[in-house]
């Protein structure tokens, strides 16, 4: 798997991720045309708070897409993730992202918020780590969101499970 910085040439791609039904339930929609897409896909390249990321198989066939924005300091907010993939290429761009946001970018704490419905993410958060400490309601939508924090010391505790797996998958492709 790889993450790369989107592109201006990813705004078809990652408008469809956005606009796919199936992968989208519990995350805001977006009704924006393509070129509304590309400007907002330059504005992310051009901030200073925020990596947008493109996720890739190895063939570079474009499956997914992962940000971490709001960064302010040390601390920052992760989000806009949608896999087209199956579990374990999630799974490896969880341990991707991470690592990335904890050895790259220094985070000491990456915050999201999750849809207390959407059970699949809030396992997926707690298999990479991350740890609910609190709730709130979403204003825009009025649904209940359980807020995570992932830390370094949490993944790294979680890393050598999560590398095990990914092993004996890649041995199976």
């Not at 040439?9 to 929609?29: G, M, V």
Request: proline share 2%.
């Amino acid at each position: 798997m790889n993450l790369r910085i989107v592109e201006i040439n990813d705004a078809e791609f990652t408008l469809a991720c956005r606009q796919n039904e199936k992968k989208t339930a519990y995350i805001p929609k977006v009704n924006v045309s393509l070129e509304q897409q590309r400007a907002w896909i330059q504005k992310q390249i051009e901030s200073d708070d925020c990596y947008f990321f493109v996720i890739e198989r190895k063939t570079g066939e474009r499956i997914g897409t992962f940000s971490l924005y709001g960064i302010k300091g040390e601390e920052s907010e992760s989000g806009r993730l949608v896999m087209l993939g199956n579990q374990f290429e999630s799974l490896e761009t969880g341990v991707l992202f991470n690592s990335f946001s904890f050895d790259v970018a220094k985070m000491r704490i990456v915050k999201s918020e999750i849809d207390a419905e959407n059970n699949a993410a809030l396992g997926y958060s707690n298999r990479l780590g991350g740890r609910p400490v609190g709730e709130k309601v979403d204003e825009k939508t009025g649904r209940r969101m359980i807020i995570y924090h992932a830390k370094k010391e949490w993944f790294e505790e979680k890393l050598p499970g999560l590398q095990k797996i990914i092993r004996h998958f890649d041995r199976l492709r």
